[in-house]
């Protein structure tokens, strides 16, 4: 006999819990990017106002809801990627002998 192996690594399916953790990680990530462009759309023009006041409010509005953004955006995603990487399926490996 030769001793040849074939050897196939793969991942079992994802169960339900990890598929639901996999979608709230994507649909947490495609949020934190809609608020944040949106954060832009809405404060803009208000910062463009000819009354100081109103831009001065709006400028600093927009700089706290940006910094609120960008502060929860990482802390959710490192989490939630931590839950996503530990639920995936388990890791397979097959071998077989090749015949002769």
Known sequence: MSGRR?????????????RF?????IGFNLLMLVL???NCAVVIPYVASED?????????????L??????VWPLGALILGILT???????LTLEQELPP
Do not use: H, N, Y
Request: include cysteine.
């Open 6 to 18: 074939v050897t196939f690594v793969a991942r079992a399916p994802r169960s339900a819990f990890g």
């Open 21 to 25: 953790c996999k979608w709230l990680f």
């Open 36 to 38: 944040s462009l949106a």
């Open 52 to 64: 100081p006041d109103v831009a001065a409010g709006a400028g600093l509005f927009g700089a706290l």
């Open 66 to 71: 940006a910094f609120g953004i960008w502060t």
């Open 85 to 91: 990487l530990v639920t995936r399926g388990r890791r």
